[in-house]
């Protein structure tokens, strides 16, 4: 079976355990706060909405224009529902409510 590689943005723990907790395959995962720090394709790219002083939607945005993680799939990790706009806007190709729960997480890798 092919190891899935993620990369989550975030400067919170506790939302990197959130999306680990429910991964239950063979993965490959790295953690930044920086997006200068994605150096590989990866599969899918976790964005929290805020890390540090940088929203998540325009980390979003400007990945989606880098020849190395253009093609990946990118799940904003929202604060509340009405982010939602934000996430379509910026082309995430999903959207999770924090705090990640299995339903949502299956729905990401079920695709």
């Given at each position: 079976m092919k190891t899935v590689k993620i990369f989550i943005i975030t400067d919170n723990n506790w939302v990197k355990e959130s999306v680990e907790k429910y991964l239950?395959?063979?993965n490959s995962i790295n953690?930044?706060?920086e997006i200068e720090?994605?150096?590989d394709v990866y599969d899918f790219i976790f964005?929290?909405?805020q890390v540090k002083s940088n929203g998540g939607p325009s980390l979003i945005r400007e990945l989606k224009r880098n020849?190395?993680?253009?093609n990946?799939?990118?799940i904003l990790l929202a604060d509340r529902e009405?982010?939602?706009f934000q996430a379509k806007r910026v082309g995430a190709d999903y959207f999770i409510v924090k705090?990640?729960?299995k339903a949502a997480m299956n729905l990401v890798f079920s695709s």
């Open positions: 239950d395959f063979e953690t930044s706060t720090d994605l150096k964005v929290d909405m020849d190395l993680t253009k990946s799939k990118f009405d982010d939602e705090p990640v729960s």
